[in-house]
């Protein structure tokens, strides 16, 4: 079992920073990547960023040059830097943790709602 959570979010206004946290606790074993969702009101949940145990990093193409993820693995912990945050970017965002063996299996966080917003 894997718990996971996150921190950081809050209301900022367009064009400023955010950085969220997830610290991950239990059996991290065979977590093979961390990352961070998005789910904005009336929509699907979306992949925002992740990175692998390797630190082989994946962007939305709406995210990247924005945003940043970064990860330690010593503290079990990852990170989402927003940079340039527009209003779309309003969201409740979620961290995951993705374990492929056995099984594939999701692990997610209560979430964290980021508001842009003047």
């Known amino acids: 079992q894997v718990h996971l959570v996150e921190s950081g979010g809050g209301l900022v206004q367009p064009g400023g920073s955010l950085r969220l946290s997830c610290a991950a606790s239990?059996?991290?074993?065979?977590?093979?990547?961390m990352g961070w969702y998005r789910q904005a009101p009336g929509k699907q949940r979306e992949l925002v960023a992740e990175i692998t145990r390797s630190g082989r990093v994946n962007y939305a193409d709406s995210m990247k040059g924005r945003f940043t993820i970064s990860r330690n693995n010593t503290k079990n912990t990852v990170y989402l830097q927003m940079d340039s945050l527009k209003p779309e970017d309003t969201a409740v965002y979620y961290c995951n943790a993705r374990r492929l063996v056995p099984t594939t299996f999701d692990y997610w966080g209560q979430g964290t709602q980021v508001t842009v917003s003047s």
């Open positions: 239990g059996i991290m074993l065979n977590i093979n990547s």
